[in-house]
């Protein structure tokens, strides 16, 4: 089977690591194309008013100088000799991908990317506890359970154009309750909160910054389980389109 690793905290993250050392328990055809740099909250972005450049650093790991969607289009259309993927994994991301967060994320958007391009590719994210880590992020329940929650999405037919979005508790592994499958969830909007300052010559500036949900998750969804400590599986697919309001929006148009 032949891996295809990518990520949006950037091609030396320490969560790409860990998502190296499960994929290697998978399959040892491995190819890791990432962002040069941190490319969080970039979502399904891609670079058209500037080249991309590759970097090489060594025969199956390259990095890109764009957004994860980039990545996963490079390492597809240029970078990956021989057959295509059979499985894209992106991340492990250094927080959380929950809710409607996967839409700004560019974790779950490399996913997006892939499944666009008919591979069966799965978001991994680890969530943390405590604001300002850093790089000092603890993955070790995205390393005891990572390879525990893929292996039985390999073994499952997908349908086109959808993808798995994995989240990871704050927890210590053997607190973890177990795996849970779970609709995406949403937290009240106005969460995000925008912090002021000014530079040193004088100019002010602004740096949003998320704030804590504002009330008790929803049942059955992504950010209740999580908060129980269980790692969430959830199904997400591509199309956007409001089914339920077809009928109506045609009727005004009549």
């Known amino acids: 089977m032949r891996i295809l690793l990518t990520n949006d905290d950037g091609i030396h993250a320490t969560g790409l690591k860990v998502l190296e050392t499960i994929a290697r328990t998978l399959s040892d055809d491995i190819w890791i194309v990432?962002?040069?740099?941190?490319?969080?909250?970039?979502?399904?972005?891609?670079?058209?008013?500037?080249?991309?450049?590759?970097?090489?650093?060594?025969?199956?790991?390259?990095?890109?100088?764009?957004?994860?969607?980039?990545s996963v289009l490079m390492a597809l259309g240029q970078v990956i000799e021989g057959a295509k993927p059979d499985l894209i994994l992106s991340g492990v991301n250094r927080?959380?991908?929950?809710?409607?967060?996967?839409?700004y994320s560019g974790t779950v958007s490399a996913?997006?990317?892939?499944?666009?391009a008919g591979v069966r590719s799965i978001a991994l994210s680890q969530v943390y506890a405590r604001e300002?880590?850093?790089?000092?992020?603890?993955?070790?329940?995205?390393?005891?359970?990572?390879?525990?929650?893929?292996?039985?999405?390999l073994d499952m037919d997908m349908p086109y154009r959808t993808l798995v979005n994995v989240n990871f508790p704050a927890?210590?592994?053997?607190?973890?309750?177990?795996?849970?499958?779970?609709?995406?969830?949403?937290?009240?909007?106005?969460?995000?909160?925008?912090?002021?300052?000014?530079?040193?010559?004088?100019?002010?500036?602004?740096?949003?910054a998320l704030g804590s949900s504002l009330r008790t998750p929803e049942r059955s969804t992504d950010?209740?389980?999580?908060?129980?400590?269980?790692?969430?599986?959830?199904?997400?697919?591509?199309?956007?389109?409001?089914?339920?309001?077809?009928?109506?929006?045609?009727?005004?148009?009549?």
Do not use: C
């Open 171 to 208: 927890t210590a592994p053997d607190k973890v309750k177990g795996v849970k499958v779970v609709r995406q969830g949403f937290h009240d909007y106005g969460r995000n909160r925008i912090v002021t300052g000014t530079d040193p010559r004088g100019y002010d500036y602004y740096w949003f």
């Open 34 to 70: 990432a962002p040069m740099e941190e490319q969080s909250g970039a979502g399904h972005s891609l670079t058209l008013t500037r080249p991309l450049r590759i970097r090489r650093h060594d025969p199956r790991r390259f990095s890109v100088s764009g957004t994860p969607t980039d």
């Open 132 to 153: 300002g880590m850093g790089d000092h992020v603890p993955f070790a329940v995205a390393e005891a359970w990572g390879a525990k929650v893929l292996k039985p999405l």
């Open 223 to 254: 950010l209740e389980a999580i908060a129980e400590e269980y790692v969430t599986v959830t199904p997400l697919h591509l199309d956007l389109t409001h089914e339920a309001s077809l009928e109506s929006l045609a009727t005004a148009y009549r």
């Open 95 to 103: 927080g959380a991908n929950l809710a409607e967060d996967v839409t």
């Open 111 to 116: 996913a997006m990317e892939g499944a666009l």
